[in-house]
């Protein structure tokens, strides 16, 4: 009879416990700066909190229970300077999305990320860092607000990054794991099917 390795099973199983799933979202709702330009399908993103181009997020198909682990943006960006640093902020108030009301030039909350871009228009992606609050809110109110702006330096660096009507559509990407209960229930199964398989001889 074939055997598997002992290791073989446990890593399944543990594996299979642990991940939940990536889910990718277009924002439902984005407000930027023009500055003077009128409607356009851009936002101004030169200089940190002055040009705010705000993504707002609707992430109710992640289970409240799920833990975000990891979180990317992508963006089409335009950069007027040789190259210029991007700053992305979290901001727990999702407030505006619901009410559709421009949220303008908040104070700024949490940075996230950044990213570095120079030239004519292209999709950058930034890996943001979850790790400063419980997105177990976010997923609770079923939205999660971005903000991307200047340079971290405050240095006026003028640049753009396209919203949701220019068809060039911002991307959040969110990878979740299930809570420690299932992933404990999942593991105790897969314990079980260890224990089965040693009583056939099959390991």
Known sequence: MKRF???AVAIFFGVASAFAGTYTFNPVLDYGNT?????APW???????????????????????????????????????????RSIWYEPDD???????????KTLTELVG??????????VTSNLDVTQHNWGNDLADNYISLMVTGPLSGAHECGQIYLTESGYLPVLTVNTIIPAPGAIALGSIGVAFVGWLRRRRTL
């Open 35 to 39: 500055d003077g330009y009128g409607v």
């Open 43 to 85: 936002s101004f993103i030169c200089e940190k909190g002055a040009y705010q181009a705000w993504f707002g997020f609707d992430v109710s198909a992640i289970s409240n229970s799920d833990i975000v682990v990891s979180a990317s943006f992508m963006g089409y960006v335009y950069d007027v300077e040789s190259a210029s640093q």
């Open 95 to 105: 407030s505006w999305i619901a009410a559709n009301t421009n949220p303008a030039n």
């Open 114 to 123: 950044t990213f570095t871009h120079s030239g004519d228009w292209t999709w």
């Open 5 to 7: 390795p002992v290791f």
